[in-house]
């Protein structure tokens, strides 16, 4: 099997204190052909300092103001050169030293297009303790108007998806990665395939989990981007999903 290259964008703003655990990850990746970009909002704080002492794996750092997580995931993905691109947040890491090396394999045996798994979240306070387990086989292309998309840190993308469907929209403030996936999978032409084990470990307290007012603006966003790709949905379907979501809590 020829080797294909790997692209990993971690955007980042005043992450000094989490960053160094993504930083690790990647370093410690079994997986030789990485190529890791880090897009950097003009941190104020010690990133820049962290990555340059800790990157040991980074390709290529840009440090400039934004106009939002997904603008700043757009300049990693355009300044990628790899095969499978993939977003790595620096409050995230991977599950475990070979994950890449299960991706490429995957996907260059099976000529996948996309290839995602679970995420588990962890409390800041204790790491070693999982909070909840995204279980992404609830996903299927025609699920996305009840809501439902792939654990999007575990999405791994042939640039030529990028190349054909575009990047993400900056006009959603939470839902712009929900929009992307909708626009990608409504078709249903994609080959993927969904792999039953976690394969992203996230801290808990991101923007999407951030309590009744982000899931208010999350609900508004996702009906946008089905509207906006021609999906059929409502309210009703999109809130079908949280006694499901419930249970992940409980289903570690």
């Known amino acids: 099997m020829a080797n294909m290259n790997i692209s990993i964008v971690?955007?980042?703003y005043n992450a000094a204190q989490t960053i160094r655990c993504t930083l690790d990850s990647i370093?410690?990746?079994?997986?030789?052909?990485?190529?890791?970009?880090?897009?950097?909002g003009a941190s104020t704080d010690d990133t820049l300092d962290v990555?340059?002492?800790?990157?040991?794996?980074?390709?290529?750092?840009?440090?400039?103001?934004?106009?939002?997580?997904?603008?700043?995931?757009?300049?990693?993905?355009r300044l990628a050169t790899g095969d499978v691109v993939g977003?790595?947040?620096?409050?995230?890491?991977?599950?475990n030293t070979d994950v890449l090396s299960r991706i490429a394999h995957i996907m260059s045996a099976d000529s996948l297009d996309a290839l995602y798994g679970d995420v588990s979240f962890f409390s800041s306070g204790n790491p070693e303790l999982t909070t909840r387990r995204y279980r992404s086989h609830w996903f299927s292309p025609g699920r996305i108007g009840w809501g439902w998309m792939p654990a999007h840190p575990s999405l791994f993308l042939r640039r030529s998806v990028f190349d054909r469907y575009g990047l993400y929209r900056t006009d959603f403030r939470i839902a712009g990665d929900f929009e992307f996936v909708a626009r990608i999978f409504r078709d249903n032409t994609l080959r993927y395939r969904y792999l039953p084990e976690v394969m992203v470990r996230m801290r808990s307290g991101g923007i999407s989990t951030a309590g009744w007012r982000s899931t208010l603006l999350l609900n508004r966003e996702v009906l946008r981007a089905c509207q906006d790709n021609g999906i059929r949905t409502n309210l009703p379907m999109l809130l079908s999903k949280y006694p499901l979501?419930?249970?992940?809590?409980f289903r570690r």
């Open 10 to 12: 971690t955007v980042a």
């Open 27 to 40: 370093a410690a990746q079994s997986y030789p052909e990485i190529e890791h970009i880090i897009v950097d």
């Open 51 to 77: 990555i340059k002492h800790h990157g040991r794996r980074v390709s290529r750092v840009i440090s400039e103001p934004d106009r939002g997580i997904y603008d700043a995931m757009n300049k990693g993905i």
């Open 87 to 95: 977003i790595l947040n620096a409050d995230d890491q991977y599950a």
């Open 245 to 249: 979501k419930i249970i992940e809590y």
